[in-house]
């Protein structure tokens, strides 16, 4: 059976080849009842517009660029699914590079993605910008989520300075007096530091010796072990650790009572992030929860806004909050 054409539809709804067109293609006023005559023939005859010849009309291919560290870490994952979720609501088709702080890899997909002329890029990665020269020529609307590119391409994040320094003083508060923090190693800009910064602040506004532990993004368990492991040995008196994210909080966790180390009376323990998958494997831990939903809403809608030629900031802070858990001791009160 032959596909049906355009012209099977004018002839079925009794309108003309053009109103067709501009049904299709959303173009000018027409009446509720000719787009719903329209619409019920493409129905009817099961018609498809041409989506080839749409985009070389529009200049545009619906598709949606998203590159990320690590879809296995519960951060990243939820993000990746909300995004993916939200895009395709929004009528877009999704591209996904999982480029596991690989320099290489990441360059691989970047240009897949730029040859595949996707009308935006969603990065999220833990950006190498000096190593990657398509990132400092791309011509393509793009955003960032939580890691700073530079100062031209929009950023949206959660406020990380904010969080770093809840974190910090909710273990002051509780009573912790040799906080410890833990961070990645893979950024080159300060923007990617706030936590670290706020902690080093509230620390010595506290007249506390600021110690940061830091460790590759995707560093293989037993790297990790060994190094919070050398913590514990360097520092026997530890008895509070902000780690900057939920995957290295919970290891710590797990090191920590292995060690015989009392949870929280000895040690508090307390993450960032805050994923739906953390809350459910480790429902005890203490977070930053950051508002996952809220970041991909954002990135889709300023990325949208760049892909209309409109207007938007180079910045967006999102708030976070403090997730109890029982890997903090009671706030007491007077």
Known sequence: MNQPKMTDVAKLAGVSTNTVSRVIHHRGYLSEKTIAKVEA?????????????????????????????????????????????????????????????????????????????????????????????????????????????????????????????????????????????????????????????????????NNRQPITYKIKFNANINEKKKLYNKLFDEHPNVDGIFASNDVDAILILEIAQQRGIKIPQDLQIIGYDGAPTTKIMRPELATIVQPIQLIAKTSISVLKHLINNKHVENKYVLPILLREGSTLKKLTTN
Request: avoid cysteine; aromatic fraction near 8%.
């Open 41 to 205: 023939a493409m129905q009817t005859l099961h018609y498809q517009p041409n989506m080839i010849a749409q985009q070389l009309q529009s200049h545009r291919t619906k598709s949606i660029g998203i590159l990320v560290p690590s879809v296995a870490n519960p951060f990243f994952g939820e993000l990746t699914y909300q995004l993916e979720r939200n895009l395709f609501s929004n009528g877009f088709k999704v591209f996904l590079g999982n480029a596991e702080n690989d320099i290489h890899k990441e360059r691989a997909y970047l240009q897949q993605l730029l040859a595949r002329q996707v009308d935006g890029l969603i990065i999220a990665t833990h950006n190498h910008q000096n190593k990657i020269p398509e990132y400092t020529d791309i011509n393509l609307p793009l955003v960032t989520i939580d890691r700073y590119l530079n100062e031209t391409i929009p950023n949206i994040s959660s406020d990380n300075y904010a969080g770093g320094k809840l974190a910090t003083e909710t273990l002051i508060e509780r009573g912790a007096k040799e906080i410890i923090h833990t961070d990645s190693v893979e950024s080159f800009d300060k923007n990617d530091y706030l936590r670290n910064k706020a902690y080093e602040d509230v620390m010595i506004a």
